[in-house]
């Protein structure tokens, strides 16, 4: 029985390590616009690919996600709002903290119904990797992200996201990962 169990023990670690090696973070924004003085032929292609590579996403830009059951949304990182201020006189950042606002546009690009709380998936960091989560409540920036969407095929959504970080910290990047956060692949933008 006990070596049963150590097989069993062993096989789920492994299937755990083989399902972690598919974790992929995404830095690069969705394809930009072509631009007007492109080179003809394989030359524009490879260089297009090569600008694509070393472009890092930032706020206005685009990267699509994919989820568990084939999600695949397009989100966007639209405006920054550093310092947010709280639109509800009693809710407020901690004590030595301040509020930052990021408005996220969703995009539904697969063929099936997206549903999620994406707030869940969502994290701001410093340059030295200190992450810091979404926090409750209302800016006066704009109107929230529902912690409920749920959207058609092609459809939008768009709303602020509010971080509690402390004062003193400058945050340097954005990431946002499907299915609350338990996506496999992750989003990420530089904020600087």
Not at 70 to 89: F, L
Not at 129 to 144: D, N
Request: aromatic share 6%; charged share 25%.
């Amino acid at each position: 029985m006990r070596r049963q169990l150590a097989i069993a023990a062993a096989s789920f670690t492994a299937v755990l390590g083989l399902a972690a090696c598919d974790t992929e973070v995404t830095s690069s924004p969705d394809k930009p616009a072509a631009a007007d003085d492109a080179k003809p032929g394989k030359e524009a292609d490879k260089a297009e690919q090569a600008e694509a590579k070393e472009k890092v996403a930032k706020v206005g830009d685009a990267i699509t996600l994919k989820g568990f059951d084939g999600e695949k949304v397009e989100v966007t990182v639209v405006k920054v709002v550093d310092p947010a201020k709280s639109k509800d006189e009693f809710m407020a950042p901690e004590d030595g903290n301040r509020w930052l606002g990021i408005q996220f546009q969703l995009v539904n690009k697969g063929d099936k119904a997206y549903q999620d709380s994406p707030t869940n998936g969502m994290q701001v960091a410093d340059a030295e990797g200190q992450m810091f989560q979404t926090a409750f409540g209302e800016i006066t920036a704009g109107p929230a992200l529902s912690s409920d969407v749920r959207l058609a095929p092609g459809a939008k959504a768009l709303g602020w996201v509010t971080f509690d970080v402390p004062k003193d910290v400058k945050v340097s990047q954005v990431q946002v990962a499907l299915n609350s956060g338990m996506a496999d692949h992750t989003g990420q933008w530089t904020l600087q």
